[in-house]
């Protein structure tokens, strides 16, 4: 039998395939709709953003970031125009694919690259735009390599780089035919002082956020806004035309003006420095100068420092914290370097606390004044201990003080008469006006860290009263310290300390002032009055005698406090704060020096005569001008004239008008040189010396060390190596003894031209050991 062929679809069959097409279609069609409506209505902004990222590039631009400046515009923190260099990976491949060297068959036919051929001509392109940058830029081959040879289209290689620098590669790379790498602006910070304010201005991070001081502080105001360059690519990743390009401007970030004076803050520097050194101080020191009227902060330091364009670095005279590091590696190594750096970063002023000791007593006395509890004639009894409930408190004079009035209270420092005082003042008015002084709650210093003090809870009994009176067993920091005798001083008013003074644009032009904030009147202008008599007896005549500075009237408190935790009880810090001009209390000074490692530990005998010394530089440099008595004459400055051409008669009657003495070298008749040279001041008790037929010498000598010595032998010494001396400190009609060198200026040992000037501090240790 013959077999049947396949049989043929029947209409009905063909009907249902058509539906079963059209229904698949139509499935098919609502899914794609579905996901196109997803991609594009839905989900359209990641689309958007993706098909951005693969047809433009974005490149930041950096602001500049604003100038930090001193009270007089001196730029402290600048902001130099660089370059950042970066590569687009992908552009690089490209073209190193591209580079391939193509051969030819025997007919002139064109023979496509193999795959190795092509790997190795990338290879090669690759290495050689990684060699120029590593070259140009002082790089690592194999790092930059590395980062050229990533599968992303932008990767930074440099920032920072100076512009000559940069064009130089830019250059190279053009002259190479080598593509893919750019330049965008940037900016790299630069403070023209280095150590200058190190811990009140701070630093920046790499990427130009602030991180310490002024630079955190005010890091909104500084860094500005930064700027874009959208370029649009095509679909190897190549820049299109520049019709193509969207550019938004950066915005350079305004400027602050600092309350900072250069010139004050160059001479406390120059003292704190000096104390850090003399005193061999184990844990710094730190140092603030202020306004006491606007709470303008004119200088603020502590020592050691750090250089602010090398943060990260231990300076190489810092001998002793690099001692730390000697037989240390590895972890250990890292971490105690990193320990050392925080040290040096931290701004004593503000972010530590410390017991304030007698400073603390301008406190008690004004508060008792204020609450009437005591007066001007009040009298006070010192037998050099007080028992108070179980304890015996004794005063840090043996033999006690004997009777005294209040003002002499302050003025001899005594622990007994501050026990009877803050009891006849008792805890709750005491506690009242420790927060009305604002030590309670931090200053508000606009400087980033400010430590809160440590003080008694309500539980605060008859024995922490008695101690708390002279400034013991609780912590405040030093500027709540300071605005504290500011506002006893200034007539009452308790002020907010600020470093910033105002905020200017790129032109200069204010935008903003910080103005003076007064949060209220603590004492009456009455009280004031009296603590301003009472803290320039103790300078005059108490146990801040060494801070007395000739030809201006200086009030302030001595303190020696002991270090908490007392495990050591040998540990002292000492510090005083001095006012001045009393007749009208414009600036205030405080010193600290944590832990001292002399004999004498006493602020009367460390710190007073560093205040002084401040003082004396810094009230001629703010136009305070002096006005001597006719005890102090002899400190009064002469200015030499040149006497060089002149007969001897006539030099010596130009100097006798000026009330100077002189001798004569050599037997001419004519003055043919001088010391010291016109211009140099001298005080009337040194002796000019006029060269006659020959020449002044030149070599230099050797300062000897006077310490220790009076002031005649002082003077004679000097002159015996042809040096003058300048005398400050206390003259020996201040003193209860005679009085003697205590720091000299330039150091004894160094290197100097004959006829020079150098400084000596008088003082007197004995009434110093508060």
Same mark, same amino acid.
């Given at each position: 039998m013959a077999q049947k062929g396949p049989s043929k679809p029947n209409k009905r069959m063909r009907q249902r395939v058509s539906f079963l097409i059209v229904v698949f279609a139509v499935l098919g069609?609502?899914?794609?709709?579905?996901?196109?409506?997803?991609?594009?209505?839905?989900?359209?902004?990641?689309?958007?953003?993706?098909?951005?990222? =693969?047809?433009?590039?974005?490149? $930041?631009?950096?602001?500049?970031?604003?100038? &930090?400046? #001193?009270?007089? /515009?001196? !730029? *402290?923190?600048?902001?130099?125009?660089?370059?950042?260099?970066?590569?687009?990976?992908?552009?690089?491949?490209?073209?190193?694919?591209?580079?391939?060297?193509?051969?030819?068959?025997?007919?002139?036919?064109?023979?496509?690259?193999?795959?190795?051929?092509?790997?190795?001509?990338?290879?090669?392109?690759?290495?050689?735009?990684?060699?120029?940058?590593?070259?140009?830029?002082?790089?690592?081959?194999?790092?930059?390599?590395?980062?050229?040879?990533? =599968?992303?289209?932008?990767?930074? $290689?440099?920032?920072?780089?100076?512009?000559? &620098?940069? #064009?130089?590669? /830019?250059? !190279? *790379?053009?002259?190479?035919?080598?593509?893919?790498?750019?330049?965008?602006?940037?900016?790299?910070?630069?403070?023209?002082?280095?150590?200058?304010?190190?811990?009140?201005?701070?630093?920046?991070?790499?990427?130009?956020?602030?991180?310490?001081?002024?630079?955190?502080?005010?890091?909104?105001?500084l860094k500005g806004v930064a700027g874009r360059v959208v370029k649009a690519t095509n679909a190897l990743g190549s820049d299109m035309p520049y019709d193509y390009e969207k550019y938004v401007p950066e915005q350079d970030g305004d400027g602050v003006v600092?309350?900072?004076?250069?010139?004050?803050?160059?001479?406390? !520097?120059?003292?704190?420095?000096?104390?850090?050194?003399?005193?061999?101080?184990?844990?710094?020191?730190?140092?603030?100068?202020?306004?006491?009227?606007?709470?303008?902060?004119?200088?603020?330091?502590?020592?050691?420092?750090?250089?602010?364009?090398?943060?990260?670095?231990?300076p190489e005279e810092y001998t002793a914290l690099l001692a730390e590091l000697d037989n240390l590696s590895g972890e250990e190594y890292s971490s105690k370097y990193s320990e050392i750096l925080l040290r040096l970063w931290r701004n004593k002023a503000i972010n530590d606390t410390y017991e304030p000791g007698s400073t603390f007593k301008v406190f008690t006395v004004s508060s008792a004044l204020e609450a009437g509890v005591v007066q001007d004639s009040s009298t006070f009894t010192c037998g050099g201990s007080k028992v108070v409930k179980d304890r015996t408190i004794r005063c840090w004079k043996s033999g006690g003080h004997g009777t005294q009035v209040l003002g002499q209270t302050l003025e001899n420092s005594c622990n007994v008469a501050m026990m009877d005082i803050s009891a006849l003042l008792g805890t709750d008015m005491f506690r009242k006006f420790f927060e009305a002084y604002g030590l309670m709650e931090k200053t508000g210093i606009d400087l980033p860290g400010e430590a809160t003090g440590i003080f008694f809870d309500d539980s605060?009994?008859?024995?922490?009263?008695?101690?708390?009176?002279?400034?013991?067993?609780?912590?405040?920091?030093?500027?709540?310290?300071?605005?504290?005798?500011?506002?006893?001083?200034?007539?009452?008013?308790?002020?907010?300390?600020?470093?910033?003074?105002?905020?200017?644009?790129?032109?200069?032009?204010?935008?903003?002032?910080?103005?003076?904030?007064?949060?209220?009147?603590?004492?009456?202008?009455?009280?004031?009055?009296?603590?301003?008599?009472?803290?320039?007896?103790?300078?005059?005549?108490?146990?801040?005698?060494?801070?007395?500075?000739?030809?201006?009237?200086?009030?302030?408190?001595?303190?020696?406090?002991?270090?908490?935790?007392?495990?050591?009880?040998?540990?002292?810090?000492?510090?005083?704060?001095?006012?001045?001009?009393?007749?009208?209390?414009?600036?205030?000074?405080?010193?600290?020096?944590?832990?001292?490692?002399?004999?004498?530990?006493?602020?009367?005998?460390?710190?007073?005569?560093?205040?002084?010394?401040?003082?004396?530089?810094?009230?001629?440099?703010?136009?305070?001008?002096?006005?001597?008595?006719?005890?102090?004459?002899?400190?009064?400055?002469?200015?030499?004239?040149?006497?060089?051409?002149?007969?001897?008669?006539?030099?010596?009657?130009?100097?006798e008008e000026l009330g100077l003495e002189c001798r004569i070298k050599g037997d001419g008749d004519t003055v043919t040189d001088q010391l010291p040279v016109a211009g140099i001041s001298l005080q009337p008790d040194n002796k000019v010396v006029l060269y006659c037929g020959e020449s002044r010498p030149t070599d230099k000598v050797e300062v000897p060390d006077v310490s220790g010595m009076s002031i005649e032998a002082a003077r004679q010494q000097l002159a015996d190596y042809g040096l003058y001396m300048k005398q400050n400190g206390i003259a020996d009609w201040r003193a209860n003894i005679a009085s003697v060198a205590m720091q000299q200026s330039p150091a004894a040992g160094s290197k100097v031209s004959p006829g020079s000037v150098v400084t000596v501090a008088f003082g007197n240790a004995v009434t110093s050991q508060e």
């Amino acid at each position: 039998m013959a077999q049947k062929g396949p049989s043929k679809p029947n209409k009905r069959m063909r009907q249902r395939v058509s539906f079963l097409i059209v229904v698949f279609a139509v499935l098919g069609f609502v899914v794609v709709a579905a996901k196109l409506f997803y991609m594009q209505v839905i989900n359209t902004n990641f689309y958007q953003s993706k098909a951005a990222e =693969n047809q433009t590039k974005d490149l $930041i631009i950096t602001p500049m970031r604003g100038t &930090i400046y #001193d009270r007089n /515009m001196t !730029e *402290l923190a600048v902001s130099a125009t660089t370059q950042e260099i970066s590569v687009d990976p992908s552009i690089i491949r490209d073209k190193g694919k591209a580079s391939v060297v193509k051969r030819k068959d025997a007919n002139g036919k064109t023979i496509e690259p193999t795959d190795e051929e092509i790997a190795a001509a990338l290879e090669t392109y690759q290495k050689k735009v990684a060699s120029v940058l590593a070259e140009k830029l002082e790089l690592d081959f194999d790092e930059t390599l590395e980062k050229i040879q990533r =599968n992303v289209s932008y990767v930074r $290689i440099a920032r920072r780089v100076d512009a000559d &620098i940069a #064009d130089e590669l /830019m250059q !190279e *790379l053009d002259k190479e035919n080598l593509s893919g790498v750019y330049t965008t602006a940037d900016s790299k910070r630069y403070y023209r002082y280095g150590t200058f304010a190190s811990q009140v201005i701070g630093f920046t991070n790499d990427d130009g956020e602030g991180l310490y001081g002024i630079e955190l502080q005010y890091n909104d105001v500084l860094k500005g806004v930064a700027g874009r360059v959208v370029k649009a690519t095509n679909a190897l990743g190549s820049d299109m035309p520049y019709d193509y390009e969207k550019y938004v401007p950066e915005q350079d970030g305004d400027g602050v003006v600092l309350s900072l004076d250069e010139g004050v803050q160059h001479y406390l !520097e120059k003292h704190l420095e000096e104390a850090l050194n003399d005193y061999q101080a184990k844990k710094g020191v730190c140092g603030i100068v202020m306004d006491i009227k606007t709470g303008e902060i004119l200088a603020m330091s502590t020592k050691p420092d750090f250089d602010l364009n090398n943060p990260r670095t231990i300076p190489e005279e810092y001998t002793a914290l690099l001692a730390e590091l000697d037989n240390l590696s590895g972890e250990e190594y890292s971490s105690k370097y990193s320990e050392i750096l925080l040290r040096l970063w931290r701004n004593k002023a503000i972010n530590d606390t410390y017991e304030p000791g007698s400073t603390f007593k301008v406190f008690t006395v004004s508060s008792a004044l204020e609450a009437g509890v005591v007066q001007d004639s009040s009298t006070f009894t010192c037998g050099g201990s007080k028992v108070v409930k179980d304890r015996t408190i004794r005063c840090w004079k043996s033999g006690g003080h004997g009777t005294q009035v209040l003002g002499q209270t302050l003025e001899n420092s005594c622990n007994v008469a501050m026990m009877d005082i803050s009891a006849l003042l008792g805890t709750d008015m005491f506690r009242k006006f420790f927060e009305a002084y604002g030590l309670m709650e931090k200053t508000g210093i606009d400087l980033p860290g400010e430590a809160t003090g440590i003080f008694f809870d309500d539980s605060m009994g008859e024995v922490d009263l008695a101690t708390a009176s002279f400034g013991q067993n609780f912590q405040v920091t030093p500027i709540q310290e300071l605005c504290m005798v500011a506002a006893a001083c200034n007539g009452g008013d308790l002020v907010t300390p600020h470093v910033a003074k105002e905020i200017v644009d790129t032109d200069g032009n204010v935008k903003q002032t910080i103005s003076t904030e007064v949060k209220r009147q603590v004492i009456s202008e009455e009280t004031s009055s009296l603590i301003r008599t009472y803290l320039e007896n103790v300078v005059s005549q108490g146990t801040g005698q060494n801070a007395y500075v000739a030809g201006y009237r200086v009030g302030g408190k001595t303190a020696t406090s002991q270090k908490q935790p007392k495990s050591d009880d040998s540990l002292r810090i000492a510090s005083f704060i001095g006012v001045a001009p009393m007749d009208d209390p414009q600036y205030a000074v405080l010193v600290m020096i944590d832990e001292p490692q002399t004999s004498v530990k006493g602020g009367g005998a460390l710190a007073a005569p560093t205040v002084g010394r401040i003082f004396e530089d810094i009230l001629p440099y703010l136009g305070v001008e002096a006005i001597y008595s006719e005890d102090e004459t002899d400190r009064q400055e002469i200015t030499i004239p040149s006497l060089v051409g002149k007969s001897v008669e006539d030099a010596q009657a130009a100097l006798e008008e000026l009330g100077l003495e002189c001798r004569i070298k050599g037997d001419g008749d004519t003055v043919t040189d001088q010391l010291p040279v016109a211009g140099i001041s001298l005080q009337p008790d040194n002796k000019v010396v006029l060269y006659c037929g020959e020449s002044r010498p030149t070599d230099k000598v050797e300062v000897p060390d006077v310490s220790g010595m009076s002031i005649e032998a002082a003077r004679q010494q000097l002159a015996d190596y042809g040096l003058y001396m300048k005398q400050n400190g206390i003259a020996d009609w201040r003193a209860n003894i005679a009085s003697v060198a205590m720091q000299q200026s330039p150091a004894a040992g160094s290197k100097v031209s004959p006829g020079s000037v150098v400084t000596v501090a008088f003082g007197n240790a004995v009434t110093s050991q508060e």
